[in-house]
């Protein structure tokens, strides 16, 4: 069984030798991207081995501002924005205090969001607005596997995280036919490679079998595609611009809420 007290040696290791890696590279945007990983993976580690009720913490915080950074997307007002925070941070407390009741509350949030254009009787934006708050929910949402899943979600985000590092590099250097119009830039080597390399973590973090591995190898690429397409409608490059080396906070978390979708449904 997979624990976060298994999977903290070698997430510090890892972190301890990319760190070697990237000071040896000199690149200078590398660097500014490790130092947020330095800051960031003890942070979730430590909210994880609180079991539930730091999981949730961490999911409901993460979740908000991936909102404001989807609402931004979208050009949702602020009312919008903050019904759909207080609707995924409702999904997300009630994975943690009432389980059985998850779906009834994503029904209830989703009534809300609704409600926000209807009430202001929007005829030109509403069906928009609508249609994003929806689809904001339904992805956003899904932050709530989190605390279903615990340590298992803790070595898929590390999985998924060091697939999109491989993917990136391997696209850029054995190039090859385009993944999809969506993402001019990434290619299917690029893929395949970050799939390989993926599959390898979760066999070091012992946390391999076919629903993970399904959820890397194809959730994650295809989560990355999806804000892709919300990022090329909205004609932005970036969710945000505060995270350093990551844009925003959505960048970084993409490829990990389908890949959690997948694997929820897999299990």
């Known amino acids: 069984m997979i624990t976060v007290a298994s999977l903290a040696p070698c997430l510090g290791g890892a972190l301890a030798l990319s760190g070697i890696a990237v000071a040896a590279s000199g690149r200078r945007e590398l660097l500014i991207r490790w130092c947020a990983w330095a800051v960031g993976v003890p942070l979730v580690t430590g909210a994880f081995w609180l079991g539930r009720p730091g999981t949730a913490a961490i ?33 997300v407390l009630a994975a943690w205090l009432a389980p ?49 899943l615990g340590a298992s979600a803790l070595a898929l985000f590390v999985a998924v995280s060091i697939a999109d590092i491989a993917a990136y ?44 591995a399904v959820a890397v190898a194809v959730g994650g690429p295809a989560g990355d595609l999806l804000e892709s397409m919300v990022k090329r409608g909205a004609r932005t490059k970036d969710a945000g611009s505060w995270l350093p080396g990551s844009g925003g906070l959505l960048d970084r978390i993409d490829s990990l809420l389908i890949a959690l979708a997948v694997l929820l449904v897999l299990r």
């Open 169 to 212: 590099f391997a696209g850029r250097r054995l190039g090859g036919p385009r993944l999809s119009p969506l993402s001019p830039a990434k290619r299917w080597s690029g893929t395949l490679a970050g799939a390989a390399a993926g599959l390898g973590v979760l066999a070091v973090l012992s946390a391999l079998s076919w629903p993970t």
């Open 59 to 91: 999911a409901v915080v993460v979740g908000v501002i991936a909102v404001m950074e989807f609402g931004g997307l979208m050009r949702l007002g602020w009312v919008d924005r903050v019904v759909l925070a207080a609707a995924v941070a409702g999904v």
């Open 100 to 148: 059985g009741q998850v779906l009834r509350v994503v029904a209830i949030g989703a009534l809300a969001v609704a409600a926000v254009p209807l009430l202001a009787g929007d005829a030109d934006q509403g069906l928009h607005r609508l249609g994003a708050g929806l689809l904001g929910l339904a992805w956003l949402s899904v932050l709530a596997a989190l605390v279903v």
